[in-house]
């Protein structure tokens, strides 16, 4: 699939219609042909606008509808059944709906492309972003969506600080958001207070939809500054406060209520009907009759009449209905290593084909061994580059890949993927070779030579080389065996930890307080080095899990946590031009740079390439990739465009 | 009798204050809070919760607050204005959420208890009196095997045979089609059709069990001299079995009353998460495991009223079947 956007200006929507309608009568398919060159629409849309109960097709459009180059034309019809579980997974219907962004995604993760805005400019300077947006586009209920519809969600909703206390920091730079002024009704200027480079991306990924979320004409109405009579709408409601009733009716990015009001406006490809709340045992979406995509042909999308998203309480019962042929396409809570034999032997039974879902992520199991811990001998033990170099090579990488992973990975370390054009060879590949004698000596030589009648190393101060690494067994299983091997590793060169296997809020908890010793976790930043540099230079306060109070101290600027040595202050100064840097190829000389000083610094320990994950799709479902990516930012299946999947 | 039950009545109120205190420290006990419970969540499917979120949803539902003072409030609203407060997840009122699910679960609650006692009383009184018999090992054997399976496990083994063999459905208690539907005749219909899976998944250990406590108290009472008599008095063998021994067998059957009702909502949660049954056990489960206190702290308020309930009711009942057992 390829996207082509509309050229401006020249032809308008009727005339390509009619040159379509002529094309197709000029090869020679006249009477069929014909007949569905005029109906370019669903035909429960066609038959409610021939009985005037829907505006007429060119009317719902906007003059310069985006233009989707399908890989086939579809047909109309069908319902999409997923499963989603019963709690916390309102994402579940983000990700295949929700992501209308000003700005979208290509499908190899590489390039923002226009979506809701046809086109935009960007100062030199990076701080000014003017977008145009589609004339003529309308909200689910057929009222106009405006430039208006943009400043009043930026400006009145988010950053209003009885809404969100601080401003979501997709908009906010430097510690200031940004201000949206309108220029025309189309036409909308977003402008920083410092340059801000990665906005566009920013734009693309599900936390930067603020822009396009709140629909003016009915969101406002629970909005004091609209209607001051608000406080009776909160009354009535039984709650407390404006921004609860606001929330309820509106949602936000990525609450369950967002999903839960069928009567507010949208721009989705689908409007939800039956909502998705606590005692919902099932969510369904109806197409959007307003929706403004087309195909090549000029067909209005959504191919597809419906959604519908069972609910089940436990993922086994979600593999019954995959492997019974329940589901057209899922990958959500299916795609662990373990299932993968079940779902490729009844490939058959369910009628359903694997989808490839490329890892985002660099690593696999990234080992945060923490250089902040609060007991001074430890913190001195893991600073200790020469130490984390020594556990590094003290792992059997290969064993690992073939016994956890089944051949499906390579030794790494961390950084940009393998083919993606910012992949650093050192930052990616050191010291990942198996070498227990250099790694023994190299612990002989500073300082760890003495041993206990178990043969495991000892402190200076006595005390054996020991401590834990935190895991969560119910999140990822692969990643507990795969430590318990390296506890094998380990004991080889006379090094030895516990595998802690925890309940996920206490890791968070352990983390949040800088009590953990060491912790795994997936390693992000490979296809999306930018969104996610957590493991480049300490940025995540919740993932850099290596030094939690260095990030506290870069997020705050200087005010809370502790001041990192030297490399970590240059890295977060790199990485602060190459996010105001718009030129990419400047921008990559930059985080080249900053990858020289991670390589140099090695913090972390990592033991395999993420692995690709996948996910099932029904054989009949057409114009689905083979294979996409696998990330939050882009939020697959979205970017690869679902609303122009359809049945044969 | 009258002064009995209004004490005991007058008891469950302290009874509730100091229940409602410790469920809700237990419910906090575990480390982090709702917020941290539902970024792991989030992050299990590799989504991120904007930085700026997450301290600002502690403080909109007051988790930043000492945990005595969270309590005071949510038992403050529920004395007050009877409001259990919302849901941290849903934004809902704890309350529509758990009567949404009450119906279906009480209708699947009452069939598996009429099917376990259907079936246990008579097989168990069966088998007691035909001791040693064939028929009695055949219908000890079944029992056990009934015990001995978890009833998840058969849930589970069930469903992968209707599903790889058969290519059925077993899962829910409607089809496709009447899952929206309004109610009507034929939507009830189709309940019944889909009730009696789970029904009989659950009725299966209870129904051993119960087997297994008849025979043996019909065995304790088959022998006294009461039987004796009446047999010797020249009463028909039915009659004397239902009318004595029988009678007193029940007991322990009108005292399990007392976990009966608490087992509305908490019973079989396991098994109806297996068959994603719409009751109110996997919300109960699901507002736990999500630290969701209002709704946990609602859900278990609940259970101990119910199991308060229920001990004064089986305790009138025994005092009424039995008249050996005096109230006092």
Same mark, same amino acid.
């Given at each position: 699939?390829?996207?082509?956007?509309?050229?401006?200006?020249?032809?308008?929507?009727?005339?390509?219609?009619?040159?379509?309608?002529?094309?197709?009568?000029?090869?020679?398919?006249?009477?069929?042909?014909?007949? *569905?060159?005029?109906?370019?629409?669903?035909?429960?849309?066609?038959?409610?606008?021939?009985?005037?109960?829907?505006?007429?097709?060119?009317?719902?459009?906007?003059?310069?509808?985006?233009?989707?180059?399908?890989?086939?034309?579809?047909?109309?019809?069908?319902?999409?059944? $997923?499963?989603?579980?019963?709690?916390?997974?309102?994402?579940?219907?983000?990700?295949?709906?929700?992501?209308?962004?000003?700005? $979208?995604?290509?499908?190899?993760?590489?390039?923002?492309?226009?979506?809701?805005?046809?086109?935009?400019?960007?100062?030199?300077?990076?701080?000014?972003?003017?977008?145009?947006?589609?004339?003529?586009?309308?909200?689910?209920?057929?009222?106009?969506?405006?430039?208006?519809?943009?400043?009043?969600?930026?400006?009145?909703?988010?950053?209003?600080? &009885?809404?969100?206390?601080?401003?979501?920091?997709?908009?906010?730079?430097?510690?200031?958001?940004?201000?949206?002024?309108?220029?025309?009704?189309?036409?909308?200027?977003?402008?920083?207070?410092?340059?801000?480079?990665?906005?566009?991306?920013?734009?693309?990924?599900?936390?930067?939809?603020?822009?396009?979320?709140?629909?003016?004409?009915?969101?406002?109405?629970?909005?004091?500054?609209?209607?001051?009579?608000?406080?009776?709408?909160?009354?009535?409601?039984?709650?407390?406060?404006?921004?609860?009733?606001?929330?309820?009716?509106?949602?936000?990015?990525?609450?369950?209520?967002?999903?839960?009001?069928?009567?507010?406006?949208?721009?989705?490809?689908?409007?939800?009907?039956?909502?998705?709340?606590?005692?919902?045992?099932?969510?369904?979406?109806?197409?959007?009759?307003?929706?403004?995509?087309?195909?090549?042909?000029?067909?209005?999308?959504?191919?597809?009449?419906?959604?519908?998203?069972?609910?089940?309480?436990?993922?086994?019962?979600?593999?019954?209905?995959?492997?019974?042929?329940?589901?057209?396409?899922?990958? $959500?809570?299916?795609?662990?290593?373990?299932?993968?034999?079940?779902?490729?032997?009844?490939?058959?039974?369910?009628?359903?084909?694997?989808?490839?879902?490329?890892?985002?992520?660099?690593?696999?199991?990234?080992?945060?061994?923490?250089?902040?811990?609060?007991?001074?001998?430890?913190?001195?033990?893991?600073?200790?580059?020469?130490?984390?170099?020594?556990?590094?090579?003290?792992?059997?990488?290969?064993?690992?890949?073939?016994?956890?992973?089944?051949?499906?990975?390579?030794?790494?370390?961390?950084?940009?993927?393998?083919?993606?054009?910012?992949?650093?060879?050192?930052?990616?590949?050191?010291?990942?070779?198996?070498?227990?004698?250099?790694?023994?000596?190299?612990?002989?030589?500073?300082?760890?030579?003495?041993?206990?009648?178990?043969?495991?190393?000892?402190?200076?101060?006595?005390?054996?080389?020991?401590?834990?690494?935190?895991?969560?067994?119910?999140?990822?299983?692969?990643?507990?065996?795969?430590?318990?091997?390296?506890?094998?590793?380990?004991?080889?060169?006379?090094?030895?930890?516990?595998?802690?296997?925890?309940?996920?809020?206490?890791?968070?908890?352990?983390?949040?307080?800088?009590?953990?010793?060491?912790?795994?976790?997936?390693?992000?930043?490979?296809?999306?080095?930018?969104?996610?540099?957590?493991?480049?230079?300490? *940025?995540?306060?919740?993932?850099?899990?290596?030094?939690?109070?260095?990030?506290?101290?870069?997020?705050?600027?200087?005010?809370?946590?502790?001041?990192?040595? &030297?490399?970590?202050?240059? $890295?977060?100064?790199?990485?602060?031009?190459?996010?105001?840097?718009?030129?990419?190829?400047?921008?990559?000389?930059?985080?080249?740079?900053?990858?020289?000083?991670?390589?140099?610094?090695?913090?972390?320990?990592?033991?395999?390439?993420?692995?690709?994950?996948?996910?099932?799709?029904?054989?009949?479902?057409?114009?689905?990739?083979?294979?996409?990516?696998?990330?939050?930012?882009?939020?697959?299946?979205?970017?690869?465009?679902? *609303?122009?999947?359809?049945?044969? | 009798?009258?002064?009995?039950?209004?004490?005991?009545?007058?008891?469950?109120?302290?009874?509730?204050?100091?229940?409602?205190?410790?469920?809700?420290?237990?419910?906090?006990?575990?480390?982090?809070?709702?917020? !941290?419970?539902?970024?792991? !969540?989030?992050?299990?499917?590799?989504?991120?919760?904007?930085?700026?979120?997450?301290?600002?949803?502690?403080?909109?539902?007051?988790?930043?607050?000492?945990?005595?003072?969270?309590?005071?409030?949510?038992?403050?609203?529920?004395?007050?204005?009877?409001?259990?407060?919302?849901?941290?997840?849903?934004?809902?009122?704890?309350?529509?959420?758990?009567?949404?699910?009450?119906?279906?679960?009480?209708?699947?609650?009452?069939?598996?208890?009429?099917?376990?006692?259907?079936?246990?009383?008579?097989?168990?009184?069966?088998?007691?009196?035909?001791?040693?018999?064939?028929?009695?090992?055949?219908?000890?054997?079944?029992?056990?095997?009934? +015990?001995?399976?978890?009833?998840?496990?058969?849930?589970?083994?069930?469903?992968?045979?209707?599903?790889?063999?058969?290519?059925?459905?077993?899962?829910?208690?409607?089809?496709?089609?009447?899952?929206?539907?309004?109610?009507?005749?034929?939507?009830?219909?189709?309940?019944?059709?889909?009730?009696?899976?789970?029904?009989?998944?659950?009725?299966?250990?209870?129904?051993?069990?119960?087997?297994?406590?008849?025979?043996?108290?019909?065995?304790?009472?088959?022998?006294?001299?009461?039987?004796?008599?009446?047999?010797?008095?020249?009463?028909?063998?039915?009659?004397?079995?239902?009318?004595?021994?029988?009678?007193?067998?029940?007991?322990?059957?009108?005292?399990?009353?007392?976990?009966?009702?608490?087992? +509305?909502?908490?019973?079989?949660?396991?098994?109806?998460?297996?068959?994603?049954?719409? !009751?109110?056990?996997?919300?109960?489960?699901?507002?736990?495991?999500?630290?969701?206190?209002?709704?946990?702290?609602?859900?278990?308020?609940?259970?101990?009223?119910? !199991?308060?309930?229920?001990?004064?009711?089986?305790?009138?009942?025994?005092? +009424?079947?039995?008249?050996?057992?005096?109230?006092?």
């Amino acid at each position: 699939m390829t996207d082509q956007m509309k050229p401006r200006g020249g032809l308008d929507r009727r005339d390509v219609l009619k040159g379509f309608a002529g094309a197709a009568a000029v090869v020679g398919l006249a009477g069929e042909a014909l007949a *569905q060159a005029a109906a370019k629409e669903a035909p429960d849309l066609a038959k409610a606008a021939a009985d005037g109960k829907l505006p007429k097709l060119a009317d719902r459009l906007p003059a310069s509808p985006m233009v989707v180059n399908v890989d086939k034309v579809g047909k109309y019809g069908g319902a999409l059944r $997923r499963g989603l579980r019963g709690s916390a997974d309102h994402n579940g219907i983000l990700r295949l709906v929700g992501n209308q962004g000003l700005v $979208r995604w290509n499908l190899a993760f590489t390039e923002v492309l226009p979506n809701v805005a046809e086109k935009w400019e960007v100062n030199p300077e990076s701080t000014e972003f003017t977008f145009h947006l589609r004339k003529g586009m309308k909200w689910s209920d057929g009222k106009p969506f405006t430039a208006d519809d943009v400043v009043f969600s930026i400006e009145d909703c988010a950053k209003n600080t &009885e809404l969100y206390k601080s401003a979501p920091s997709a908009i906010v730079i430097s510690g200031k958001p940004c201000t949206v002024t309108k220029i025309d009704d189309v036409t909308v200027k977003f402008t920083f207070a410092s340059p801000y480079a990665l906005f566009l991306e920013q734009m693309a990924t599900p936390l930067g939809q603020y822009p396009t979320l709140f629909c003016k004409h009915y969101a406002s109405q629970f909005h004091p500054k609209y209607n001051p009579n608000v406080g009776d709408l909160v009354k009535a409601a039984n709650l407390s406060n404006w921004a609860d009733l606001f929330r309820a009716k509106n949602g936000d990015i990525e609450i369950p209520q967002r999903w839960g009001n069928p009567e507010k406006p949208v721009i989705d490809p689908w409007v939800i009907k039956d909502p998705y709340t606590g005692g919902a045992t099932r969510v369904t979406m109806e197409r959007n009759p307003y929706f403004w995509q087309v195909d090549q042909q000029g067909n209005q999308l959504p191919y597809i009449d419906r959604l519908t998203f069972n609910i089940s309480q436990d993922v086994e019962s979600l593999m019954l209905d995959a492997i019974s042929g329940k589901l057209d396409i899922q990958e $959500r809570h299916l795609d662990t290593l373990q299932n993968k034999p079940t779902l490729s032997q009844n490939m058959q039974k369910g009628g359903y084909r694997l989808i490839e879902l490329i890892a985002s992520s660099a690593q696999q199991v990234q080992i945060y061994l923490n250089m902040t811990h609060k007991d001074p001998k430890m913190r001195e033990m893991f600073a200790n580059k020469e130490f984390r170099q020594a556990l590094s090579m003290g792992i059997n990488r290969q064993e690992i890949i073939d016994i956890v992973y089944l051949g499906q990975s390579e030794p790494y370390q961390t950084g940009p993927r393998p083919g993606h054009p910012w992949y650093h060879e050192k930052l990616a590949r050191q010291f990942t070779g198996h070498d227990p004698k250099a790694a023994n000596a190299l612990l002989d030589k500073i300082g760890y030579s003495k041993k206990d009648a178990q043969g495991f190393r000892l402190r200076p101060d006595g005390q054996k080389v020991f401590f834990a690494i935190d895991v969560i067994p119910t999140l990822y299983p692969d990643e507990v065996d795969t430590l318990e091997l390296v506890k094998r590793h380990w004991a080889e060169i006379g090094v030895d930890v516990k595998v802690n296997t925890i309940e996920r809020a206490l890791y968070y908890t352990r983390g949040d307080n800088n009590d953990h010793d060491a912790a795994v976790w997936p390693g992000p930043g490979g296809l999306d080095p930018m969104l996610d540099p957590r493991d480049f230079f300490a *940025q995540h306060p919740q993932g850099s899990r290596y030094a939690i109070p260095w990030t506290l101290w870069y997020v705050s600027g200087g005010k809370d946590g502790q001041e990192p040595p &030297e490399s970590q202050k240059q $890295r977060m100064k790199l990485f602060d031009d190459a996010r105001a840097t718009a030129d990419l190829k400047k921008r990559g000389e930059i985080m080249k740079q900053l990858f020289d000083l991670t390589a140099d610094a090695f913090e972390t320990i990592g033991v395999c390439l993420a692995v690709n994950a996948f996910g099932i799709c029904r054989n009949n479902l057409q114009n689905v990739p083979l294979k996409y990516p696998n990330s939050w930012s882009w939020p697959n299946p979205g970017p690869a465009l679902p *609303q122009q999947f359809f049945f044969s | 009798m009258l002064r009995f039950i209004l004490s005991r009545l007058v008891w469950m109120v302290p009874s509730l204050v100091v229940v409602s205190f410790l469920s809700f420290v237990l419910i906090q006990l575990p480390p982090g809070d709702y917020v !941290t419970t539902y970024i792991a !969540t989030l992050a299990a499917s590799n989504e991120v919760v904007d930085q700026n979120t997450a301290a600002e949803l502690r403080s909109r539902f007051g988790l930043d607050q000492p945990m005595i003072v969270q309590y005071a409030k949510w038992l403050g609203n529920i004395v007050t204005r009877g409001d259990f407060g919302l849901s941290f997840e849903w934004q809902q009122p704890v309350s529509d959420l758990i009567w949404e699910r009450m119906a279906l679960t009480l209708v699947l609650t009452f069939s598996t208890l009429l099917a376990t006692w259907g079936i246990a009383l008579p097989i168990g009184v069966f088998s007691a009196v035909k001791k040693y018999s064939i028929g009695d090992y055949l219908v000890t054997f079944l029992s056990f095997l009934g +015990l001995a399976i978890p009833s998840f496990l058969l849930a589970l083994v069930l469903m992968y045979i209707a599903a790889v063999e058969f290519g059925q459905e077993v899962g829910g208690l409607f089809s496709e089609a009447y899952v929206q539907a309004p109610w009507s005749f034929y939507k009830v219909l189709d309940l019944l059709h889909h009730l009696w899976i789970p029904v009989i998944i659950l009725a299966v250990s209870g129904t051993a069990s119960l087997i297994r406590v008849m025979r043996a108290n019909m065995l304790d009472e088959l022998s006294k001299p009461y039987v004796t008599t009446a047999r010797a008095k020249g009463l028909s063998e039915f009659r004397l079995l239902v009318k004595y021994p029988m009678r007193l067998a029940l007991n322990p059957f009108i005292s399990t009353i007392a976990w009966l009702l608490p087992n +509305l909502v908490s019973g079989s949660i396991i098994v109806a998460i297996v068959l994603s049954l719409p !009751t109110a056990g996997p919300l109960l489960l699901q507002s736990l495991m999500s630290q969701d206190m209002y709704l946990a702290g609602a859900f278990v308020l609940l259970i101990c009223t119910l !199991t308060l309930i229920g001990s004064l009711i089986s305790d009138i009942l025994l005092a +009424l079947v039995d008249p050996r057992i005096r109230l006092e």
